[in-house]
């Protein structure tokens, strides 16, 4: 009895977790849509990622090192409970790893070389890869470390919803290069 209480409990957060997800990425849609119809703009986006990746400290072990990081950022009001809940479950390390392909991917996708992937996913990736570079957060990236955490955070739930979509370009990478 205790382990379906546990269940359904899991699965309530989890339908919290999907609601404010996409309640979050709706917010931003217009403004991915509009990076992704302008070539100029998402050209000088995805220079800024890049930019950003090379100086982003290595924050891998942060969490490990850190573990009331997940419980102070659980007290966050609002988005506070999803982002520490998403935090618990990720590779840091690969979350980031990530980011390259993604940018690849949204590459392709304007240059029309890969188009099997649903326009909501490329929306979600640039949701994400906006979130990473702007400076408003809601740990501020000033803050050595720490600040990156929520950016891994919304990278990571964006990767809940695209990883796959992710994968299958992955593999259509390596498949090309095999050519």
Same mark, same amino acid.
């Given at each position: 009895?205790?382990?379906?209480?546990?269940?359904?409990?899991?699965?309530?957060?989890?339908?919290?977790?999907?609601?404010?997800?996409?309640?979050?990425?709706?917010?931003?849609?217009?403004?991915?849509?509009?990076?992704?119809?302008?070539?100029?703009?998402?050209?000088?986006?995805?220079? %800024?990622?890049?930019? =950003?990746?090379?100086?982003?400290? /290595? &924050?891998?072990?942060? @969490?490990? #090192?850190? $573990?009331?990081?997940?419980?102070?950022?659980?007290?966050?009001?609002?988005?506070? %409970?999803?982002?520490? =809940?998403?935090?618990?479950?990720? /590779? &840091?390390?690969?979350? @980031?790893? #990530?980011? $390259?392909?993604m940018i690849l991917l949204i590459k392709s996708y304007t240059k029309k070389e890969y188009t099997e992937i649903p326009y909501r996913s490329i929306i979600v990736i640039i949701i994400a890869l906006i979130y990473l570079l702007s400076p408003i957060d809601i740990i501020p990236d000033v803050i050595p470390f720490a600040g990156y955490i929520d950016d891994v955070a919304v990278l990571g739930l964006a990767l809940k919803f695209v990883g796959e979509d992710l994968e299958k370009y992955r593999e259509w990478r390596e498949k090309r290069k095999t050519r």
């Open positions: 009895m205790e382990n379906d209480n546990n269940n359904l409990n899991n699965s309530n957060q989890d339908d919290k977790l999907n609601e404010n997800a996409n309640e979050f990425f709706n917010k931003h849609q217009d403004e991915a849509e509009k990076i992704l119809n302008d070539p100029d703009k998402l050209e000088k986006f995805l220079e %800024e990622i890049e930019k =950003k990746l090379r100086n982003m400290p /290595n &924050i891998d072990n942060l @969490l490990t #090192k850190n $573990p009331k990081i997940i419980e102070t950022i659980s007290k966050i009001p609002l988005i506070g %409970e999803v982002l520490s =809940k998403i935090l618990q479950t990720l /590779n &840091i390390g690969e979350v @980031l790893a #990530k980011i $390259p392909l």
